[in-house]
């Protein structure tokens, strides 16, 4: 019984982070998509890694749209989406086609939207040493 309660003792701040994050992809998920554009089929991807202590976070979810990627990414850009700190705006976005052939659109355009960024609990989250 004391092995379950060390591990899980070790186990609460990777959970807590992780179920902040998870609200941030909810938050990104109720936040309206751009006009014109549907999210995905596949689940946003949400991946974890550290250095030093300094945990760094990316979230990674696709929409279809009809629109450039440039416009894409500037209306994520101009949202107001809050971190897994609380703040607004405090990770950086990119944006990218996998298919990104100059000069060719589609009627749908698969647009992968990129945010990166780091949360300040991570002195007892193993993933962020």
Not at 2 to 20: H, I, K, R, S, T
Not at 27 to 54: C, H, L, M, N
Request: charged share 25%.
């Amino acid at each position: 019984m004391p092995f379950v309660l060390v591990g899980a003792m070790v186990m609460a701040p990777v959970w807590l982070n992780d179920y902040l994050l998870a609200r941030m992809v909810d938050r990104i998920q109720e936040y309206p998509p751009p006009p014109g554009a549907d999210f995905g089929y596949i689940d946003p991807q949400v991946k974890v890694t550290g250095d030093s202590g300094d945990c760094f976070y990316t979230i990674r979810f696709e929409v279809f749209t009809d629109r450039p990627v440039e416009e894409v990414l500037k209306y994520y850009r101009q949202a107001k989406i809050e971190d897994p700190d609380g703040d607004l705006d405090d990770f950086e976005i990119t944006a990218w086609t996998p298919f990104d052939e100059p000069g060719e659109t589609s009627a749908a355009n698969q647009v992968i939207i990129h945010l990166d960024g780091m949360y300040d609990r991570t002195w007892t989250d193993m993933r962020c040493w």
